[in-house]
């Protein structure tokens, strides 16, 4: 059974959302699963969640890039799409959209979607107001218990 698991055929595009177990956040990542499937069906090859602690929250795409006839142009490129410590904190649904389908199928049209969205500075690419160390958009403080045996992540600050 490993050796099917170890050769089993990846579905490209491929999303990968990997989320921080400790800081419960689990729900937002099935949340923008559901987003992505919805908006992009059978374009998006798979999504995977992918647990992991260390208050990660991350999108990642893997692709082949294609020319406007549909043919590859390039072996398949891994792109980081969101890192949460990095932008300052989680993507809205529409700009995560955005994004993916700028790489996977940029004539596509996402309708109220590709409206600009007043929380994003086009020069950052991160929401405004959004400082290290503040708690929007968190779904739990810092040293909280998470009602588990298992500890409360120190590094979703």
Same mark, same amino acid.
């Given at each position: 059974?490993?050796?099917?698991v170890?050769?089993?055929?990846?579905?490209?595009?491929?999303?990968?959302?990997?989320?921080?177990?400790?800081?419960?956040?689990?729900?937002?990542?099935?949340?923008m699963?559901? *987003?992505?499937?919805?908006?992009? !069906?059978?374009?998006?090859?798979e $999504?995977?969640l992918?647990? #992991?602690t /260390?208050?990660?929250f991350?999108?990642?795409?893997?692709?082949v890039?294609?020319?406007?006839?549909?043919?590859?142009?390039?072996?398949?490129?891994?792109?980081?799409?969101?890192?949460r410590?990095?932008?300052?904190g989680?993507? *809205?649904?529409?700009?995560?959209? !955005?994004?993916i389908?700028?790489? $996977?199928?940029?004539?596509? #049209?996402? /309708?109220?979607?590709d409206?600009?969205?007043?929380?994003?500075?086009?020069?950052?690419?991160?929401?405004?107001?959004?400082?290290?160390?503040?708690?929007?958009?968190?779904?739990?403080?810092?040293?909280?218990?998470?009602?588990?045996?298992?500890?409360a992540?120190?590094?979703?600050?």
């Amino acid at each position: 059974m490993t050796d099917q698991v170890a050769n089993r055929e990846v579905k490209l595009p491929r999303i990968t959302i990997k989320y921080c177990t400790q800081c419960k956040w689990m729900l937002r990542s099935a949340w923008m699963q559901q *987003e992505l499937l919805s908006t992009f !069906q059978t374009s998006i090859g798979e $999504i995977a969640l992918v647990p #992991s602690t /260390g208050g990660l929250f991350q999108v990642r795409l893997t692709y082949v890039p294609q020319d406007a006839n549909g043919q590859a142009v390039a072996e398949a490129k891994d792109v980081l799409i969101w890192d949460r410590k990095v932008e300052g904190g989680f993507p *809205e649904a529409k700009i995560l959209k !955005q994004k993916i389908r700028n790489h $996977i199928e940029p004539d596509k #049209s996402l /309708g109220h979607s590709d409206t600009p969205s007043s929380k994003v500075n086009p020069n950052s690419q991160r929401k405004e107001g959004s400082a290290e160390g503040s708690t929007a958009g968190r779904d739990q403080q810092p040293g909280m218990s998470t009602g588990t045996n298992e500890p409360a992540c120190e590094d979703c600050i």
